[in-house]
C-alpha cells in the first residue's frame, strides 16, 4: 500500500477505528475495532486515563490485524453535544484596489477573532465563500480588481476543558494526528449529492447523545446545529417510564424498539405499545425542535432535495415515515454517496468514521514535520493551501 491511514472517530459510546490502505488504484479498509468508550459520558471526560487507554488500545488492536505495520497518519472525528457552530462575516477594504494573499490572510485573522468564545476552542473553521464588492461570489479572489472584500465562514467550537485534554492524550500516545473533524463534516460529505446540495436539503446524523445536522443550498452550508439529545435520551425515558433500571431499560429498547407499529415481539413483562410509544414521542421531539430551527431559517418545507437521516439512533424502523410527516419532504435513509466501501458504507457502526476518511482525504492539509497538525491553530495560515480543495 502506498499510504496507510487510521481513522479514529471519538464516540461517546464507543471508540472506532478503521484502517484503510490507499493506492493508486483504490483503497481498501484493512482492519477495523470498536470499543466501549470509557471516562467519556455525555461529553465529558470523567477519567483521561481511561479514555486514553480506549484509545490506545483501539490503535493497537487494528495495527495487530494489520500486522503491526506502520501507519502513516490518524485522523480524528469529534462528536460533542455542546458543539457550537458559528457563520461568520467580515469585510476588508482592498487599499491596492486588487486583491492579495495579504487581504486573505488578513480577513482569515479577522475572522478567527471573530470566533473566540469564552471557555470554548475553535476546532475547525470552513470558508463558505468570498464576496467581492458585496456581489460578486468567487472561490478565489486573489487578483481580482475590487473595493471591498467579505470572507464567510462556519466556525466549529467544542468546550475548551474537552479539547485541551484531548491534546493531552494525543501528546501522551505520540500520535501522527494529521487532523481533528466534527463527524457532521463527514456527514455531509458521505450522504448529501450534488443535487441534494443544490436544491437545499438537511442531513441529520443521530447519535449516542447529541443528534446534530447541517442544511445545504445552492451548493453551499446554509445552517448547522447540534442538540443535546440521542440515543441514550430515549434510554432514560424507558427508564423513568417504565420504572425500570437504565440496563433493562437499554435491553429492552434494543429488544423490543419498534416504530409507528403494533406489531412489536410478544413479551408478558413488555407493553409493547406503551413502549413503542415512548419512542416515538422523543423521536418526535428531536425532530420537531429541527422543524422549529428549520422555520426560524424559513426552510420549513422549502428543501426539495429532502431529508437525509444517518447516524447510530436512526436504525429504527420507519424513521424515515416519521421525518416525512414531520418536515413535509421526502426523506431518505443515509447511503454511502461516495460508493467507498460496500462493506462499510451502510454501516451504522463504521459509517461515520468510514465518511471521516473520505473527507480527511479531499481536505486534509499534508502531513508536516510536527508530530501533530494542531488544526484550531494552523488552519488560517494554511488557508492558501486549502482554497483550492476547500471549494
Not at 484493512?30 to 488500545?57: M, P, V
Not at 487599499?95 to 480577513?107: F, G, K, N
Not at 488544526?375 to 476547500?390: C, E, R
Request: one cysteine or more; a negative charge.
Amino acid at each position: 500500500m502506498e499510504k496507510i491511514t487510521t481513522v479514529i472517530d471519538l464516540w461517546n459510546g464507543y471508540v472506532k477505528g478503521l484502517v484503510i490502505g490507499e493506492d493508486s488504484e483504490s483503497m481498501t479498509v484493512l482492519a477495523k475495532s470498536l470499543k466501549i468508550t470509557k471516562g467519556l459520558r455525555n461529553g465529558k471526560i470523567l477519567d483521561k486515563e481511561a479514555l486514553k487507554d480506549t484509545i490506545h488500545e483501539t490503535i493497537k488492536e487494528c495495527e495487530k490485524r494489520v500486522w503491526e505495520e506502520y501507519v502513516d497518519e490518524i485522523v480524528i472525528g469529534i462528536s460533542h453535544p455542546q458543539l457550537i457552530i458559528k457563520k461568520i462575516q467580515e469585510q476588508k477594504r482592498i487599499i491596492e484596489w486588487e486583491t492579495t494573499t495579504e487581504d486573505i490572510q488578513h480577513l482569515s485573522r479577522i475572522v478567527t477573532d471573530s470566533s473566540q468564545t469564552a471557555n470554548y476552542d475553535i476546532l475547525k473553521i470552513i470558508p463558505v465563500q468570498w464576496i467581492v464588492d458585496e456581489s460578486l461570489v468567487t472561490k478565489n479572489p486573489v487578483g481580482i480588481k475590487a473595493k471591498k472584500l467579505d470572507l464567510v465562514a462556519d466556525s466549529f467550537l467544542i468546550p475548551q476543558n474537552f479539547f485541551k485534554i484531548i491534546n493531552e492524550i494525543i501528546d501522551e500516545l505520540d500520535l501522527y494526528v494529521i487532523d481533528i473533524i466534527p463527524t457532521i463534516l463527514g456527514t455531509i460529505e458521505s450522504t448529501l449529492s450534488f443535487d441534494n446540495k443544490d436544491l437545499g436539503a438537511i442531513t441529520i446524523d443521530m447519535g449516542k447523545n447529541q443528534t446534530s445536522y447541517a442544511v445545504y443550498e445552492n451548493g453551499q452550508a446554509l445552517h448547522y446545529n447540534t442538540l443535546p439529545l440521542g440515543w441514550d435520551t430515549i434510554t432514560k425515558d424507558i427508564s423513568i417510564w417504565m420504572q425500570v433500571d437504565v440496563n433493562e431499560a437499554e435491553n429492552t429498547k434494543i429488544n423490543y424498539w419498534q416504530l409507528h407499529s403494533p406489531a412489536l415481539k410478544n413479551s408478558e413483562s413488555i407493553d409493547s405499545q406503551f413502549l413503542a410509544n415512548i419512542i416515538t414521542a422523543r423521536y418526535e421531539e428531536i425532530l420537531s425542535l429541527i422543524q422549529k430551527d428549520l422555520k426560524r431559517i424559513d426552510k420549513d418545507g422549502r428543501l426539495p432535495g429532502g431529508v437525509v437521516l444517518s447516524g447510530w439512533a436512526t436504525k429504527i424502523a420507519d424513521l424515515n415515515l416519521l421525518a416525512k410527516d414531520v418536515f413535509k419532504v421526502n426523506a431518505t435513509m443515509a447511503q454511502d454517496q461516495n460508493n467507498t466501501s460496500p462493506e462499510l458504507g451502510n454501516n451504522p457502526q463504521f459509517m461515520n468514521a468510514l465518511w471521516l476518511y473520505v473527507r480527511s482525504k479531499k481536505y486534509s492539509v499534508p502531513p508536516t514535520k510536527n508530530r501533530w497538525l494542531r488544526i484550531n491553530t494552523a488552519m488560517f495560515s494554511k488557508m492558501k493551501q486549502l482554497l483550492s480543495k476547500i471549494f
